[in-house]
């Protein structure tokens, strides 16, 4: 077996196994204790840390803001991937990015002027993404594929932790994939929603590698033990 990401801008070929990054999404940890949170995914060496933006509009719920983000940016050395459920996301962009976002995903969904968003947060230094309903084909992104760093496929329906995973959005990731490699982009293929120890490896054998995954760390006994299960899980899983 050879390991061949080292982060991003790698190609991947068939069957060869991939390092893939775990990104705990902390809406489902105690809210009232972000600071320790975070620091149980720097003990179990999480590569993001996943941080989930509602606006009570492009979806029902509401979590955190950008105050909080820049909150723990202070207290962590893990990168934040900021995911964005607003609408239009261009009306705060510059602020989200300045409290600390390192890589930062707007809703296909929810922005008008996709463009012009994605050069902002590139402009700023930040890894650019758009994220996808499950609902939404890949097919809407043909067009911008070569300007993103990395593409969300949200496997369950945005706007609260827990649910359940969607198996057919597995489908489209492996579309994605064909997609990037037929073009030798360097796009990074991420999913968020459902992940846990039953879905994990599918997701990655479908070429998934950033995996978003909330309930089954936070709501597990011992959130350290569930991340290395995690990651152990898709370390094994074959790409195909
Ligand atoms: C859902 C969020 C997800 C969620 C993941 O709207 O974007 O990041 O927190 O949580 P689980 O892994 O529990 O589905
Ligand atoms: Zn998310």
Redesign the pocket.
């Known amino acids: 077996m050879r390991l061949v990401c080292e982060g991003l801008g790698r190609e991947i070929a068939s069957k060869e196994v991939l390092r893939v990054l775990l990104a705990p ?4 940890s105690d809210l009232a204790d972000l600071a320790a949170a975070a620091e149980v995914c720097a003990e179990g060496a999480a590569d993001l840390l ?1 941080v ?1 933006v ?1 606006d009570g509009r492009f ?1 029902p ?1 509401l979590s955190f803001g950008i105050p909080v983000i820049r909150a723990l940016a202070r207290r962590t050395s893990i990168p934040l991937d900021v ?1 964005l ?1 607003v609408e239009e996301p261009s009306r705060l962009l510059e602020e989200y990015l300045d409290a600390g976002a390192s890589w930062l995903s707007v809703h296909w969904e929810a922005t008008a002027h996709l463009d012009r968003v994605l050069q902002q947060i590139r402009d700023h230094g930040a890894k650019c993404g758009v ?1 996808l309903n499950p609902s939404t084909s890949v097919d809407v992104l043909t067009d911008v594929l070569s300007q993103l760093d990395f593409v969300l496929l ?10 359940e ?1 969607l198996p057919y959005v597995v489908d489209k990731a492996r579309r994605l994939r064909e997609m990037i490699e037929k073009r030798s982009l360097a796009t990074t293929v991420a999913m ?5 120890e039953k879905t994990i490896g599918r997701a990655v054998a479908a070429g998934v590698e950033v995996c ?8 597990a006994a011992d959130p350290l033990k569930a991340m290395r299960r995690l990651r152990a899980l898709a370390e094994g899983a074959e790409t195909c």
């Open positions: 999404s902390i809406l489902a996943h989930d509602m979806v719920n995911h459920m994220a949200m496997s369950v329906n945005p706007g609260f932790a827990g649910q995973h968020d929603g459902g992940i846990g978003v995954a909330g309930s089954s760390i936070f709501g």
